[in-house]
C-alpha cells in the first residue's frame, strides 16, 4: 500500500515532553480500564441512542443497496477510509452524536493503568475452545467510532482534541492487546493500525506539532503479548485439565479407563482437530480404544529412546498409560519448541532455519514419532507465529510514524529540506523490527520515499514530500 504524504517542517517541542500519547507512568491513574470500555461499548438504559443507530443502519443498508455498493462503501464504513478533508463533516457529526456519551468513558480508560476482564482462566472448567469474546468484537467498533472522532479533529483543526483523541486510541490498542487471548491481540493490532493510518493524517496538518518524542516514549511493544502468549501455551492443558494426571507414577488399568470415560466429554470442541467421529459418544469411545492399541508400539519406543525412561518402567504401564504419557511429552516439546521463540525479537527470528522451518520440522518428527503423535501433529501453535509477524507490523508502523516527525525535524533546521539519508537526522529515526536496521529511504528529486522490510500483506511505502 502506497501513501502520498505532504509534510510540514516542525521542530522539537518545547518542552521536549510536551506532548504525550499514552499516559506516563506517573499520571497514569489506578484502576481498571476495562470497566470504562464496557461502559462505552454498551448503551446501559440509553433506549433513545439505541433506537436511532440502529434505524441510521437500517437506512444506510438500504441506501446502499439500492446502490448496489457493499457494506465497505456505505455509511459509516466509507467514511474510515476517507480523509479528514473529505469527510461530510456535518453527517458524520451527526452520526456521532449516537454515541457521545462514550468520550468521557473513552478518556477515562485511556487514562488507567491496567486492563483486566477477570477472566480467571485456571478457574473456568468448561469448553476453552468454545469460550466466547463478545465484548472484544464490541470494542474495534469503539476504535472506528474515536478514529472518526479524530479526522473530525484534524478536519476542523482542533489539533490538541486530535492528539487526545489518537492517544485514546493507541491507549485502547494497547489495553486490549494485553488481554488474556491471542485473537484481543490481533484486535488490538488492528486498532493501533487504525490509530496509525490517523496520525499519517495528523502529521500532515499545517499546525501539527512534532510528535517526535511522544512516539519515542510509547511502551515497546506497544501490543504486550506476554500474558496471551503464556495462555495460549497453556491453553491444550486448560481445555484437557486431566493433563497434569499424565505422569510416570504407574496406575491401574482401571484408573485409565475411568479416565477415558472422563476425557471423552472434554473432546467434543476437538473433534475436527483429532479427526474423531462427530456427535456419537459411543463412536468417539470406540475411535479412541482402537488409537490407543494402535499407538502403544510406537509410543513405549518413544518413552524408551527419547525420553530416556527404563525399559522395564514402561513394560509396567497399561497401555493407555504409555499411550497418553508419550502423547504430552511430545506436546509439551513441541509446544516449547514454538513459544520459546515467542520471547526474541521478530528481527532475530524471522530469518533464522529454525525458527522457518519449525513447522516443517514438528511434522516430520511427529511421522517420524508414529501414531501416538498423531493428534499432536494435527495440533500446533502456529498461530502464535502469525501473531508474532503482527505484533512485529504495528511496531514498524509506530517506527515509520517516529521517523516521519524526525525528518520534519530535520526539515525545521534545514531550509525546508529532506534529509539525504536517515544517518544524517538530528535525532535517532527508528529501526525496522523485521531487520534490525533502519527503515528503508530514499532521496529522490522532490520527494522520499520511506519503507520497510517487505512482508505480505504488511508493505507500507509512504512518499513523503515538504509542502512549499
Given at each position: 500500500m502506497t501513501k502520498q504524504l505532504v509534510l510540514h517542517p516542525a521542530a522539537e517541542p518545547q518542552p521536549a515532553l510536551k506532548y504525550?500519547?499514552?499516559?506516563?507512568?506517573?499520571?497514569?491513574?489506578?484502576?481498571?480500564?476495562?470497566?470504562?470500555?464496557?461502559?462505552?461499548?454498551?448503551?446501559?438504559?440509553?433506549?433513545?441512542?439505541?433506537?436511532?443507530?440502529?434505524?441510521?443502519?437500517?437506512?444506510?443498508?438500504?441506501?446502499?443497496?439500492?446502490?448496489?455498493?457493499?457494506?465497505?462503501?456505505?455509511?459509516?464504513?466509507?467514511?474510515?477510509?476517507?480523509?479528514?478533508?473529505?469527510?461530510?463533516?456535518?453527517?458524520?457529526?451527526?452520526?456521532?452524536?449516537?454515541?457521545?456519551?462514550?468520550?468521557?468513558?473513552?478518556?477515562?480508560?485511556?487514562?488507567?493503568?491496567?486492563?483486566?476482564?477477570?477472566?480467571?482462566?485456571?478457574?473456568?472448567?468448561?469448553?476453552?475452545?468454545?469460550?466466547?469474546?463478545?465484548?472484544?468484537?464490541?470494542?474495534?467498533?469503539?476504535?472506528?467510532?474515536?478514529?472518526?472522532?479524530?479526522?473530525?479533529?484534524?478536519?476542523?483543526?482542533?489539533?490538541?482534541?486530535?492528539?487526545?483523541?489518537?492517544?485514546?486510541?493507541?491507549?485502547?490498542?494497547?489495553?486490549?492487546?494485553?488481554?488474556?487471548?491471542?485473537?484481543?491481540?490481533?484486535?488490538?493490532?488492528?486498532?493501533?493500525?487504525?490509530?496509525?493510518?490517523?496520525?499519517?493524517?495528523?502529521?500532515?496538518?499545517?499546525?501539527?506539532?512534532?510528535?517526535?518524542?511522544?512516539?519515542?516514549?510509547?511502551?515497546?511493544?506497544?501490543?504486550?503479548?506476554?500474558?496471551?502468549?503464556?495462555?495460549?501455551?497453556?491453553?491444550?492443558?486448560?481445555?484437557?485439565?486431566?493433563?497434569?494426571?499424565?505422569?510416570?507414577?504407574?496406575?491401574?488399568?482401571?484408573?485409565?479407563?475411568?479416565?477415558?470415560?472422563?476425557l471423552l466429554p472434554k473432546l467434543r470442541s476437538l473433534e475436527v482437530e483429532f479427526n474423531l467421529p462427530t456427535g456419537d459418544p459411543n463412536a468417539i469411545r470406540a475411535t479412541i480404544e482402537k488409537f490407543i492399541l494402535d499407538a502403544y508400539p510406537s509410543a513405549k519406543k518413544y518413552l524408551v529412546d527419547e525420553q530416556k525412561l527404563k525399559p522395564e518402567q514402561v513394560e509396567k504401564y497399561p497401555t493407555a498409560q504409555a499411550v497418553f504419557l508419550a502423547m504430552v511429552r511430545f506436546l509439551d516439546r513441541w509446544r516449547d519448541e514454538y513459544y520459546k521463540w515467542t520471547t526474541l525479537p521478530y528481527w532475530q527470528i524471522r530469518t533464522n532455519p529454525a525458527f522457518v522451518e519449525l513447522e516443517k520440522r514438528m511434522q516430520t518428527e511427529a511421522q517420524s514419532a508414529g501414531l501416538f503423535a498423531k493428534p499432536v501433529q494435527s495440533w500446533s501453535p502456529s498461530f502464535s507465529v502469525a501473531v508474532k509477524n503482527a505484533q512485529a507490523g504495528c511496531e514498524r508502523n509506530i517506527a515509520m510514524l517516529r521517523t516521519i516527525e524526525a525528518i520534519r525535524m530535520y526539515a525545521a533546521a534545514h531550509d525546508s529540506e529532506l534529509p539525504p539519508s536517515l544517518e544524517v537526522l538530528d535525532v535517532p529515526a527508528a529501526v525496522d523490527p523485521f531487520t534490525g536496521n533502519l527503515l528503508q529511504y530514499e532521496r529522490k528529486d522532490d520527494h522520499a520515499v520511506l519503507k520497510g522490510f517487505p512482508v505480505p500483506g504488511m508493505q507500507h511505502q509512504l512518499i513523503l514530500r515538504i509542502a512549499k
Amino acid at each position: 500500500m502506497t501513501k502520498q504524504l505532504v509534510l510540514h517542517p516542525a521542530a522539537e517541542p518545547q518542552p521536549a515532553l510536551k506532548y504525550h500519547l499514552i499516559p506516563r507512568g506517573f499520571d497514569a491513574m489506578p484502576g481498571n480500564a476495562a470497566l470504562y470500555y464496557l461502559k462505552a461499548a454498551g448503551f446501559l438504559e440509553q433506549q433513545g441512542p439505541r433506537h436511532s443507530l440502529s434505524e441510521f443502519f437500517s437506512n444506510a443498508v438500504k441506501q446502499a443497496e439500492a446502490e448496489g455498493k457493499t457494506r465497505d462503501e456505505m455509511r459509516p464504513y466509507v467514511w474510515l477510509s476517507t480523509a479528514p478533508n473529505d469527510l461530510p463533516i456535518d453527517e458524520v457529526k451527526a452520526y456521532l452524536k449516537f454515541t457521545n456519551f462514550q468520550t468521557g468513558f473513552l478518556r477515562e480508560a485511556a487514562s488507567r493503568r491496567h486492563f483486566d476482564l477477570n477472566r480467571n482462566l485456571k478457574l473456568i472448567d468448561d469448553d476453552m475452545f468454545g469460550y466466547l469474546l463478545p465484548e472484544i468484537q464490541n470494542f474495534r467498533e469503539l476504535a472506528r467510532n474515536q478514529s472518526l472522532r479524530c479526522r473530525v479533529a484534524i478536519a476542523e483543526g482542533r489539533v490538541d482534541d486530535a492528539i487526545e483523541i489518537l492517544g485514546q486510541l493507541f491507549a485502547m490498542a494497547r489495553h486490549i492487546g494485553s488481554d488474556d487471548f491471542l485473537v484481543s491481540s490481533l484486535v488490538g493490532n488492528s486498532i493501533a493500525s487504525i490509530a496509525w493510518n490517523d496520525a499519517l493524517y495528523l502529521l500532515q496538518h499545517a499546525q501539527a506539532p512534532n510528535l517526535y518524542w511522544a512516539f519515542a516514549a510509547m511502551p515497546t511493544p506497544l501490543i504486550d503479548m506476554e500474558q496471551a502468549f503464556d495462555v495460549e501455551r497453556e491453553f491444550m492443558h486448560l481445555q484437557l485439565k486431566m493433563l497434569a494426571e499424565i505422569d510416570e507414577t504407574p496406575r491401574s488399568a482401571g484408573y485409565w479407563k475411568d479416565f477415558v470415560d472422563r476425557l471423552l466429554p472434554k473432546l467434543r470442541s476437538l473433534e475436527v482437530e483429532f479427526n474423531l467421529p462427530t456427535g456419537d459418544p459411543n463412536a468417539i469411545r470406540a475411535t479412541i480404544e482402537k488409537f490407543i492399541l494402535d499407538a502403544y508400539p510406537s509410543a513405549k519406543k518413544y518413552l524408551v529412546d527419547e525420553q530416556k525412561l527404563k525399559p522395564e518402567q514402561v513394560e509396567k504401564y497399561p497401555t493407555a498409560q504409555a499411550v497418553f504419557l508419550a502423547m504430552v511429552r511430545f506436546l509439551d516439546r513441541w509446544r516449547d519448541e514454538y513459544y520459546k521463540w515467542t520471547t526474541l525479537p521478530y528481527w532475530q527470528i524471522r530469518t533464522n532455519p529454525a525458527f522457518v522451518e519449525l513447522e516443517k520440522r514438528m511434522q516430520t518428527e511427529a511421522q517420524s514419532a508414529g501414531l501416538f503423535a498423531k493428534p499432536v501433529q494435527s495440533w500446533s501453535p502456529s498461530f502464535s507465529v502469525a501473531v508474532k509477524n503482527a505484533q512485529a507490523g504495528c511496531e514498524r508502523n509506530i517506527a515509520m510514524l517516529r521517523t516521519i516527525e524526525a525528518i520534519r525535524m530535520y526539515a525545521a533546521a534545514h531550509d525546508s529540506e529532506l534529509p539525504p539519508s536517515l544517518e544524517v537526522l538530528d535525532v535517532p529515526a527508528a529501526v525496522d523490527p523485521f531487520t534490525g536496521n533502519l527503515l528503508q529511504y530514499e532521496r529522490k528529486d522532490d520527494h522520499a520515499v520511506l519503507k520497510g522490510f517487505p512482508v505480505p500483506g504488511m508493505q507500507h511505502q509512504l512518499i513523503l514530500r515538504i509542502a512549499k
